[in-house]
């Protein structure tokens, strides 16, 4: 267990919806990333946040936005939900040291969405 | 677009067997990552490669990261049924395990007792 949790576990949501995903570091970490997964792939890097600032952006549009608080806690804010938004939607949490070097990333267990 | 081609893409071996399994870019990548996911599970660490060329153990897990920096391999010496689950590589492009990583599709691994 890595210490990273995420919620909720599961959440259907329907086309056009609004959702927020919630995720806890690892006590020390000051670093998060999300990832999506679809089913039978890889993950596939959203965003990172790093001092409650956005600090990396894969291939995701607008819609998919984040935050960090000052304990190091993300949100994960999709809005316009579609079809294809169904996946499950994973955090990692690391520590960057203020020299930049860094550490593991640690993923939580995954937020499964459905969109119907 | 996907940047790593994961092979083979599932496996069904007998339990004690070893495994082989490999990744390969067309780009040159300065960190390579081995993770596990297990079904409803994130994925789990196995072993980091930050060196052309370096060859890393973790018990019964071994993987090399290429001279080129555009592949490596994992082998899992003598399975058994726990060491079932998918296994992704994993890169990132600065010397360090952070920022953006880049998956493979993953290669499913069964183990029959």
């Not at chain 1, 000052?70 to 294809?84: I, Q, R, T």
């Not at chain 2, 079904?39 to 789990?44: A, H, L």
């Not at chain 2, 890393?56 to 071994?62: E, I, K, Q």
């Amino acid at each position: 267990e890595t210490g990273v949790t995420q919620s909720p576990t599961h959440l259907i949501k329907t086309r056009g919806q609004q959702v927020t995903l919630r995720c806890s570091s690892q006590s020390g970490h000051n670093t998060v990333s999300w990832y999506q997964q679809a089913l039978g792939q890889g993950p596939q890097f959203i965003f990172q946040y790093y001092r409650e600032e956005e600090n990396g952006r894969g291939n995701f549009p607008p819609r998919f936005s984040g935050l960090q608080f000052p304990n190091y806690s993300s949100e994960l804010n999709v809005n316009a939900l579609e079809l294809d938004d169904s996946a499950l939607y994973l955090c990692a949490s690391s520590l960057v040291w203020t020299s930049g070097s860094t550490d593991t990333q640690y993923f939580g267990p995954g937020t499964r969405l459905t969109v119907l | 677009g996907q940047q790593l081609n994961q092979s083979p893409q599932s496996m069904f071996i007998q339990e004690g067997e070893d495994v082989s399994m490999n990744c390969t870019s067309s780009s040159i990548f300065n960190t390579w990552l081995w993770y596990k996911q297990d079904p409803g599970e994130g994925p789990v660490l196995l072993i980091a490669l930050y060196k052309a060329g370096e060859l890393t153990s973790n018990g019964r897990l071994t993987a090399q990261f290429g001279i080129t920096r555009k592949d490596s391999f994992l082998n899992i010496s003598a399975s058994i049924p726990s060491d079932v689950g998918i296994y992704f590589c994993a890169v990132a492009r600065f010397s360090s395990n952070t920022g953006k990583l880049i998956f493979g599709q993953g290669t499913t691994l069964q183990v029959k007792p």
